[in-house]
């Protein structure tokens, strides 16, 4: 269970192979779809997928050369997609994730046939902000609840005075 990441210092021209980042997470999914984000101070922050029912992550001090050992993160989910970005007005960070800590209220897996592809257990589709590098998140809010979808793959956009979300919305149909 290593993750290896393509990286690029020049805007995409030229990319090169860092890693691995270590894990001893040893599921059927392992973790899968990272992303990152610079902190202050240089720091990288690394979080991933996993069928754990939460996010693992790792960080780098170094630039993304070496990585810690990944770890189980506060981001509680079904095996989905966390996105975090910064706001480069605020510089704060903004998290879109299907949160199941409990905050908000998750399809049952035995009601929605073990969240078959009716929505996967991927909802609801939360937004979050830190104000602290993610130590902590505030500012909670729901997007999306439907239990007959699931929502998931957000990219963000920050526009001068608003977030611009896209993501999957699937169900049934």
Request: glycine share 10%.
């Amino acid at each position: 269970g290593e993750l290896y990441l393509d990286v690029s210092d020049d805007e995409g021209r030229t990319w090169r192979i860092v890693g691995p980042v270590p894990c001893t997470l040893r599921t059927v999914m392992g973790p899968e779809e990272p992303g990152v984000v610079e902190l202050a101070g240089g720091r990288i922050w690394l979080h991933a997928r996993t069928d754990t029912g939460r996010h693992w992550q790792s960080f780098s001090e170094d630039d993304g050369e070496t990585w810690s050992l990944m770890e189980p993160s506060q981001f509680m989910a079904p095996c989905s997609p966390l996105c975090v970005r910064r706001n480069p007005k605020s510089g704060h960070l903004l998290a879109v994730w299907n949160d199941h800590s409990g905050r908000f209220p998750v399809p049952d897996k035995a009601q929605h046939n073990n969240w078959s592809s009716v929505n996967w257990g991927r909802t609801p589709l939360v937004t979050a902000i830190s104000d602290d590098e993610g130590r902590t998140w505030g500012h909670h809010r729901a997007l999306e609840s439907d239990f007959e979808h699931g929502y998931c793959y957000t990219a963000i956009h920050f526009l001068d005075d608003a977030a611009l979300l896209a993501y999957n919305a699937g169900g049934p149909e």
